[in-house]
């Protein structure tokens, strides 16, 4: 019997997204992204790639930088697969504000603070994903990062 070829892990892609599918942008701000050539979630990164870049974006649109820097963030944290669009808000409000970030925090301290800003902002604890869960996210940023 030969033996069995080793299992490659398993590499993950990035994920891209359509901006409107961003939380916390508004029509107004995806109109002026798009005049700027800007439709996805990969072009804001590609676009916005340095703080130089962004402050030029922002210069472009007539928006404050902070605006521009919470949209690369958001963007971000979405191209982690299991985070994606529906999570990376609820990362960026927990404190997490890139791949890398989240590629190093130990998943039960992630886990708490997600569960501290639900309960604050909610009062809902059941809303909150697993440890299980968020150690799926910090593993495939992970992979991310080293990709």
């Known amino acids: 019997m030969s033996p069995q070829p080793k299992a490659r892990p398993h590499s993950i892609r990035p994920r891209n997204w359509q901006l409107e599918q961003l939380p916390g942008l508004s029509a107004e701000d995806r109109l002026h992204l798009e005049t700027c050539g800007i439709t996805t979630t990969r072009q ?7 703080p130089t870049s962004r402050q030029a974006l ?20 979405a191209r982690v697969p ?10 960026l409000h927990s404190g997490i504000v890139s791949v890398n970030q989240l590629a190093q925090i130990p ?3 992630l886990q ?13 604890r059941d809303l909150c994903p697993s ?15 080293k990709s």
């Open 82 to 91: 299991g985070v994606g669009y529906q999570h990376c808000g609820l990362l």
């Open 58 to 77: 922002a210069n472009q649109l007539q928006l404050p930088v902070k605006h521009v820097n919470k949209w690369v963030a958001l963007s971000d944290l």
């Open 131 to 145: 440890v299980d869960e968020v150690q799926v996210w910090i593993q495939q940023a992970q992979q991310l990062v």
């Open 112 to 124: 708490q603070q997600i569960l501290r800003l639900q309960v604050a902002t909610l009062q809902r």
């Open 44 to 50: 804001l990164l590609q676009k916005a790639s340095t």
């Open 107 to 109: 998943a039960h301290k």
